[in-house]
């Protein structure tokens, strides 16, 4: 009987050290699966990717259907997570070593846990709105930790997953009266458009539509912008390559401010013009430059919103985005995570990924596919408002160089409004 | 032995043929305690995933809401997913609806933490400032971006940026999730006097009533603390310098440009969230209490977000149904109904963003990896069509295109008064300079302002308390520019000790006010009264009819040794021939805020508790609103 007891008091002890032990254990780690069973299972390789904003629409719709597939890196499952952020705002963080990179030399094998941790969730790839925008990050993380990390040769290099160009919009109605008066819409069409003192009155509109209002992105505020004033300063000089001389000259700062004087700024954001033109219509701009696959993208939503659609027009100057791939090559990311990175690449430049661009508006980077291949192609659906399949005899400028880049961007923060 | 023979004898006695087995008694105790110890982890986990269920459960009800005033500890563990966002009260309502609905979904990051929002409703201008520091939110949800260029402009001049090419961000990654126009509400018979709907209406018209020799015409708008109110603002320097584009400076600061918007300002209420429209002296009367504003006659017309008229009518057709208008032209519009008239010359928008603060980690916790997962998963979820159909719901304008704003059930479609095509035109948002006028304005546009603080040094204001307020004096010397106003000090904690009257704040007179504050020592006892009619004797002394005349009351406790009586008091404030209004703020639980707030009646001023007003708020106030009662 005693012993009988003791053993009931035995069990009921144990028992109870398993209650207390798991209640101490949900405490401490703060749910039922805590990090480090996660690390020791091995079963999810989990990567972020850094996507342009223009981009972000369809790399993410290709992330879910890429998770869904289960493909694995070696043994684990691997999961994508799009982090959406401009390209010049991650440009800046690469400079700036806002993702904390490894020191130079430092080994991934040696690390602390907490060092190990930090590296996480350090991106493993970055869709950037353009290719400059990879080699500039590359050249100053070179200048730092004394290595490539953005490779341009071998199984990481980078490649290009999807084109778009500048292209100018104007809303219908009021684009008839505005080419008639002006001609074919340019940058100097719009400096006089902007420069006529009674607006709508003089330009041949309803003079209700007040001045003439122009849709762009800020310089400062989005590679789109950035674009649009390297097109303008191509315009104005008549050159596919602008030089920094050229982007401070005061005659050319002058005019521009004079088309931008037409600029409407009704909320503070000035990051996608389509977008803007979207959300507040014919407040936001009677017409403006836009990044095709933005306008295309939000093209529904414009004719739904304010029951008029906006008319492509083709510019002769104008700026090509290519959205390149581009996979860390640092000790950040271990071998499983590039891996996983390449095969989510290559899932986007998938025949059938590359086809799906084209329900998001950008032009697919495989040259195989056409614009028109798919019937759900938004180059198919608003062909009618004038979107082309080629864009022939626009002269395309070429990347701006690093000390122009920062002179635009000097430029801009002056100009800053409000 | 005995156990084993006992086993057998055991076994040997069960019947025949029952199956019965009978285990020897070691075996026995072994399944016992295989048994027991099942039993026990099973009644375990199921305590432990009960008191789980439980928890959740009741952390599930909605996001976890408060209101300015309430603390919210600014820290949090590395790992910490939940987001706390500020929101500005317009949208606060609605988000709360969303936050609720997004934390019932019971995401969780890959590390298995919850995903969670939790919102706390401020002016965007106070998630401006308080974005500057060490917020207690990882988040904003200001009513309009043109917060976040603040935000980003003011952390720029705190923190240069160094060599690189582009400098670093307090303001992360944002998307706006809904929008909405500003816009002039009236009432419908007021509409019609403008000329609407046959006649469009602009800010010329509306100011021309507020700036012309009395008619009575009172018109309302938020403070500078919200987008509308800094339109309406704006729309007075626009239409002050005849422009409707290119407002510069120079063209702002014009007398003639500051004069007009004076005139215009001094016959504006403000109004905003929460308060009695017709004080019209509140920091914040509510998006309803506007409309009721507007419907009771004191407001002829407000500045308000489109989604406040509509809102506003429809919960006027629900108290009287069946009334609903029909005529395209208004003309069928029943009495009290609002209409929304979009400026001639352009209008601001409310775009509602939702955007990330990159707290690095300066001067408190950093941002952690699972607060930007529960951002970027609360964000997709508010642009989802859901979350996109609810926003449209409450009168706002959804980003999401696709959501048709022109046929039923769309607010917009059956609330005629407001245009989804409208506005057509933009009152540009000038440079950060104009900005920062308009945002100050009422600093350009206020007469000269006498004030007295009435402070409370008795022995129970030791220790923290005195030094609170000597820091809230310090903090309200500093709010006032220039050398135009006069400021005087009346201790009553050793006796009424005057402070040698009125002191013009040039230079001396600063210096010797802060020799004074400093000197402020705790003892004695409460003689309130005594100190006020001190304080309103010397403003009577001083004269100054032109000038701003108002007496601060900062106390903790209650009148215990005044030699007058709160009657005769009233009465001397009453018979004065200087106006003074009093504002009186209590600290702690003990004040006597029945007398306080009796203070705030007579003189026409207000009463607050310490947290509920900033001393840049208290200072705005006394300059703006004294004004709004001439």
Known sequence: MKRTRVVFVSVLSAAALLVVGALVWRTVWGGPAGPDLNASRGEVVRIQVITAPPAAPWVQAAAAAFNATGEKAGDAVIEVEIVPMDGLAALGKWERDGFAALPAGADRDALSSEEFQATETYPTAWIADSRFLVDYANESIRDRLGRDVFLSDGQYRVRLLAETVLTWGLFRDRGAPLLENLGPISWSTVHKAAAAPTGWRELGGDPAWGHFKFAVAGPGDSVSGLAATVSAAGAYFGTNRVSTEEVTDQGFRRWLGGAMEAAANVSGDRRSAAENVALFGFAAGDGGQFLESELLWYMEGIQNRWQEPMIFHYPKVTVRLEYPFAIWAGGETSAAEKNAALAFQRFLLSEAQQRRALSFGLRPGNPAVSVSATEDSLFVRWQRLGVREETPGAVEMKPPKPELLTAILRWGEVEESP | ?630
């Open chain 2, 1 to 630: 032995m005995s156990r084993l023979q006992d086993g057998v004898d055991r076994g040997s006695a069960a019947p025949a043929g029952t199956g019965g087995l009978r285990l020897p008694r070691g075996r026995q105790l072994l399944a016992f305690a295989v048994v027991g110890c099942f039993l026990l982890c099973a009644c375990g986990m199921t305590t432990l995933r009960a008191g789980a269920w439980i928890s959740s459960f009741l952390e599930d009800r909605g996001s976890d809401h408060s209101s300015g005033g309430a603390k919210v500890l600014a820290d949090w563990p590395a790992n910490s997913a939940v987001l706390t966002a500020a929101v500005s009260e317009s949208m606060a309502e609605t988000l709360d609806g969303l936050a609720g609905e997004f934390n019932r979904r019971r995401e969780r990051t890959p590390d298995g933490e919850l995903k969670r929002i939790e919102l706390v409703t401020l002016s965007p201008r106070a998630m401006v400032e308080e974005s500057l520091g060490q917020p207690r939110f990882q988040a904003v949800a200001p009513d309009s971006s043109l917060w976040l260029v603040l935000i980003e402009q003011r952390w720029r001049e705190l923190y240069p940026p160094g060599e690189g090419r582009l400098p670093e961000s307090r303001v992360g990654p944002s998307a706006r999730f809904a929008v909405s126009p500003i816009v002039v509400a009236a009432e419908v018979e007021t509409a019609r006097l403008f000329g609407w709907p046959q006649q469009t209406v602009g800010w010329g018209e509306v100011l021309g009533r507020a700036t012309a020799p009395p008619t009575g015409f009172r018109w309302g708008h938020p403070g500078p603390e919200n987008t509308a109110g800094v339109l309406a603002t704006l729309s007075a320097f626009y239409t002050g310098a005849g422009i409707t584009r290119g407002l510069t400076q120079e063209l702002a600061l014009q007398p003639g440009v500051l004069e007009y918007v004076r005139m215009a300002e001094s016959t504006a209420l403000e109004i905003g969230l929460g308060d009695d429209p017709t004080g019209g002296r509140d920091v914040g009367v509510e998006v309803g209490s506007a409309a009721e504003g507007l419907r009771s006659g004191i407001l002829d017309v407000a500045v308000v977000q489109e989604q406040t008229v509509i809102a506003a009518n429809r919960s006027w057709n629900r108290s009287r149904a069946g009334l609903e208008g029909g005529g395209g032209d208004g003309r069928d519009l029943p009495e009290g109904h609002l209409v929304a008239i979009y400026p001639r010359e352009g209008t601001l928008w409310a775009d509602h963003p939702l955007a990330l603060l990159e707290l690095d980690g300066r001067a408190g916790p950093a941002l952690t990896q699972n607060q930007r997962r529960a951002f970027r998963s609360f964000t997709n979820f508010l642009l989802g069509k859901e979350s996109q159909q609810v926003l449209l719901e409450a009168g706002f304008r959804p980003v999401d295109g696709t959501l048709d704003l022109h046929s039923d059930p769309s607010p917009f479609a059956i609330d005629i008064s407001v245009d989804p095509l409208l506005p057509q035109t933009s009152l540009p948002l000038p440079g950060r300079a104009v900005m920062e006028i308009a945002l100050e304005a009422w600093r350009y546009t206020r007469p000269p302002a006498n004030i007295v603080f009435v402070v409370d040094t008795s022995e129970s204001m030791d220790g923290g308390k005195l030094a609170k307020t000597k820091a809230a004096l310090h903090g309200f010397l500093d709010q006032i520019e220039g050398d135009g106003d006069k400021i005087g000090l009346v201790d009553f904690g050793t006796g009424v000790a005057g402070s040698g009257g009125l002191r013009r704040l040039d230079e001396t007179g600063r210096r010797q006010t802060a020799e004074l504050i400093d000197r402020l020592e705790a003892g004695g006892a409460t003689e309130l009264i005594d100190a006020v009619w001190a304080a309103h004797s010397a403003l009577q002394d001083a004269a100054d009819a032109e000038a701003i005349n108002a007496i601060v009351v900062l106390t903790d406790g209650r009148d215990n040794d005044s030699e007058r009586s709160l009657r005769a008091l009233r009465a001397a404030m009453q018979e004065a021939r200087i106006q003074v209004a009093v504002y009186a703020v209590a600290f702690g639980r003990d004040a006597d805020e029945e007398l306080l707030q009796a203070f705030a009646d007579v003189g026409g001023g207000q009463f607050h508790r310490v947290d509920e007003t900033s001393v840049e708020e208290l200072y705005r106030l006394i300059a703006t609103e004294i004004r709004a009662s001439e």
